[in-house]
């Protein structure tokens, strides 16, 4: 088949306007190239010839048409200045080369590339299981806080503001049940040390809390209301006195973040309000006293069964 060239001689270059050749497959799309070079270059339709043999068959082709222009730099290096279209993409590349054949070679590969496959249609729930080799994580690739029974080891400041100042740490076993929309926890707590020691602690307590949830596909938040109860100290729960039975309620927001397949990340922000708390008066004897605040923050490595 004949192909019709249109050839304006300048300053020893050709420039070629050509229709693409004839598809490497059935279903190829060709490309029309118009090549702006040098007499002593390969011509247009030595660039495509070689297009349809680095092509591959059966494929359309990505480049819908491209303009090259060739010129000879004064230090003998050749450059090469590539417009391509690509459906609704419009395309520039600039490569140098030690000779016009390089460039004409280089050109040929980029025309060759073939069209990104489109992307397969995701299965169905109805497709039988051994059709379904891979399925998307609707999850994303977060791991999400887990739901079922868990256990925690926490770290655990109390900042008493009321009525007068004073912390303590403590080391706290936490047990815990978790859905989507709900976590239960029961904990037990050992007051190991303290600042101000003439304040009154629980130097041992258990408690029970219970949240309501929401899953955010990575972290779970979600506001506590919980109620603990144990042995009161002037300090920690080793060689503390003045014993007696505290009661309190709490309140607070929870966050659990996910750190891996089991493990997570408990944190906890209780303000909590004595209901009753003993005092050691002067005279030796224990009064019962209510109204006594304090911020209780814990934070601790759990891991679900």
Do not use: Y
Not at 68 to 79: I, S
Not at 253 to 264: D, H, M
Request: hydrophobic share 45%.
């Amino acid at each position: 088949m004949a192909l019709s060239k249109g050839v304006a001689v300048g300053l020893g270059c050709a420039t070629v306007a050509l229709a693409g050749s004839p598809a490497v497959a059935a279903d190829a799309t060709p490309a029309r190239l118009v090549w702006n070079a040098p007499a002593s270059c390969p011509d247009a339709a030595a660039v495509q010839a070689q297009v349809q043999q680095l092509a591959t068959p059966g494929s359309r082709l990505a480049i819908a048409t491209a303009e090259a222009w060739v010129t000879e730099g004064r230090t003998g290096r050749w450059h090469l200045r590539l417009e391509t279209v690509s459906g609704d993409a419009h395309g520039t590349r600039a490569i140098d080369a030690a000779s016009c054949a390089e460039l004409a070679d280089s050109t040929a590969l980029i025309l060759s590339m073939p069209e990104p496959a489109a992307p397969q249609p995701s299965l169905g729930p109805d497709v039988p299981a051994d059709r379904a080799s891979f399925r998307p994580n609707p999850e994303g690739s977060r791991p999400s806080a887990r739901s079922g029974p868990s256990a925690a080891v926490s770290a655990v400041t109390e900042i008493q503001s009321f009525p007068n100042a004073a912390a303590i740490s403590e080391v706290a076993l936490t047990f815990g049940w978790a859905t989507p929309r709900a976590r239960g926890e029961a904990w037990g707590a050992l007051s190991v040390a303290d600042w101000n020691a003439a304040s009154h602690f629980q130097a041992f307590s258990l408690g029970v809390r219970g949240c309501p949830t929401l899953d955010l596909g990575g972290p779970m938040v979600g506001a506590c209301l919980g109620l603990d109860g144990g042995v009161a100290g002037t300090g920690p729960a080793f060689g503390s006195h003045g014993n007696g039975v505290t009661i309190r309620g709490l309140a607070g927001p929870v966050v659990v973040w996910p750190l891996g397949a089991r493990a997570q990340l408990v944190l906890h922000a209780d303000l909590a309000l004595a209901i009753a708390v003993p005092e050691v008066t002067a005279d030796g004897t224990t009064a019962t006293r209510s109204g006594r605040v304090s911020a209780v923050l814990a934070s601790g490595v759990g891991f679900v069964f």
